[in-house]
């Protein structure tokens, strides 16, 4: 079992940056491919990005490429989410998850909620 624990979500102006963490413990972290997710009202949870496990390999969603980057401290077993130039669209319940080969990801946190105000 692997337990996540996401932080740093909060309240911002359009323009501005939040950082994410998501802790995590269990098995071992570097083992693990770690993703974040995002849920808006209404709408159904979306990839925002991953890492694999080497942090060298990321991926991205077309409508974060450029202004988020993700990244992960394997020494620390957790992994970020840094967000930039934030938009109202943004605002969503931001998941982070992980998976330990395969296509789907097998444990997720309980979210954090990030509002982007116009």
């Known amino acids: 079992q692997v337990q996540l624990v996401e932080s740093g979500g909060g309240l911002v102006q359009a323009g501005g940056s939040l950082r994410l963490s998501c802790a995590t413990s269990?098995?071992?972290?570097?083992?693990?491919?770690m993703g974040w997710f995002r849920q808006a009202p209404g709408k159904e949870r979306e990839f925002v990005a991953r890492i694999r496990q080497g942090g060298l390999s990321t991926a991205y969603a077309d409508s974060v490429k450029g202004r988020f980057t993700i990244s992960r401290d394997n020494a620390k077993n957790t992994v970020y989410l840094q967000m930039n130039s934030l938009k109202p669209e943004d605002t969503a319940v931001y998941y982070c998850a992980a998976k330990y080969g395969g296509s789907e990801y097998n444990y997720w946190g309980q979210g954090t909620q990030v509002t982007v105000s116009s």
């Open positions: 269990g098995r071992t972290f570097s083992n693990y491919v």
